[in-house]
């Protein structure tokens, strides 16, 4: 009689376990070199960015909003993990938390990133390998790969855009936006402007940096900033 009024509470038991079943899988990331700023609901944080590509140059980073347990973040290198995801039933998930989880089960490869090595002021001095003289305002680039932004000055007006992709030795920018001044000699600031606009391919040497266009031509050269 007592297994008998048991069982249904046992059978409903178990109903509720299988609500609350999980699902686990190993996946493999990269995860970049750098944070960026993000919003993750309860306001701006810092967020770790990663990929599941086996090539981290052409990787497409996404935002990874939740922490993964055991995983140390190191700035300026770029590390390939393998995590243990656990997916929660979303039924018996709160609605302000994920129904991810990650675990880090081990690093299988850490690189230095290079591309952080050009994150600074640069300051023309070159453009299409002649050098810039007689300019009251020399044209400048500020790389920030962290925000994957560009801001500057051509000489004459100032600038800012996106980089759109950029691994050790490539770089694409976006659109760029400008102030729209007048100058009274705008040949400087009009060369840079599109010499700029035809970049592809970098090669950093010591404190100067060189820019190349899509034929291997060497467009502007700078020196690092002060």
């Not at 996946?27 to 981290?56: I, R």
């Amino acid at each position: 009689m007592t297994l008998l009024k048991t069982f249904p509470f046992f059978i409903f038991t178990m109903m509720l376990s299988a609500c609350g079943t999980t699902k686990q899988t190993t996946e493999t990331y990269w995860v970049n070199s750098a944070k960026v700023n993000c919003d993750a609901g309860a306001g701006k944080t810092t967020c770790l960015q990663w990929s599941q590509t086996e090539n981290y140059e052409n990787a497409e980073w996404s935002n990874l909003y939740t922490p993964i347990k055991g995983f140390t973040f190191e700035p300026g290198y770029l590390q390939k993990i393998e995590v243990l995801k656990t997916t929660l039933d979303k039924s018996s998930t709160p609605a302000d938390a994920s129904s991810l989880h990650y675990e880090l089960v081990k690093v299988l490869e850490k690189k230095q990133d290079l591309k952080l090595a050009i994150h600074d002021i640069w300051v023309a001095t070159h453009i299409n390998k002649e050098v810039i003289t007689a300019t009251p305002k020399v044209p400048t680039l500020e790389i920030n790969t962290t925000k994957m932004q560009v801001y500057g000055t051509n000489g004459c007006n100032n600038y800012t855009g996106q980089i759109k992709k950029i691994n050790s030795d490539t770089i694409n920018f976006g659109a760029m936006a400008s102030t729209k001044k007048m100058c009274m000699n705008m040949t400087i600031p009009d060369r840079f402007d599109k010499a700029l606009q035809s970049i592809t391919t970098y090669k950093k040497e010591a404190n100067t940096l060189i820019f190349f266009n899509a034929l291997g031509e060497e467009v502007l050269k700078f020196k690092k900033g002060d």
